[in-house]
């Protein structure tokens, strides 16, 4: 059982740890951030996974993980967004968003959305 008792400054820095590296933590490490019950999806491309076991098995098995720069991390209490740019050896940059819920001090739930970079169009 998780305490509910985690401050909002034990959250953010649990996110720091997870997202503020140049590279990201091993499946490993980031499973134990995660609730048992974990649930993480990207809606634009159906993606779900249902446990944390699942998400580190997928995690395990992508091969080289993005690099990943920190933009900034909004939120209190159980709902925040982290939004990153990370780059991908085949695919280039990306920039995310990632919603996630906690659960005491764990992580409930992640919702995350991927854009590819882009140039805006000419305004004349």
Not at 29 to 44: G, L, N, W
Not at 48 to 75: C, H, K, N
Request: hydrophobic share 25%.
């Amino acid at each position: 059982m998780t305490p509910a008792t985690t401050t909002d400054e034990q959250k953010r820095a649990i996110l720091e740890s997870l997202f503020a590296g140049r590279t990201f933590k091993s499946p490993d490490e980031e499973y134990t951030y995660r609730a048992s019950d974990f649930v993480a999806e990207i809606p634009q491309t159906g993606e779900r996974w249902e446990s944390r076991e699942a998400l580190r098995d997928m995690q395990r098995g992508f091969g080289t993980p993005p690099g990943v720069r920190l933009e900034r991390i909004r939120g209190q209490g159980d709902m925040w967004v982290v939004e990153t740019v990370q780059t991908y050896e085949r695919d280039g940059e990306h920039h995310t968003c990632v919603v996630i819920e906690f659960e005491g001090d764990k992580i409930a739930r992640e919702t995350r959305y991927y854009a590819p970079s882009s140039t805006p169009p000419e305004r004349g």
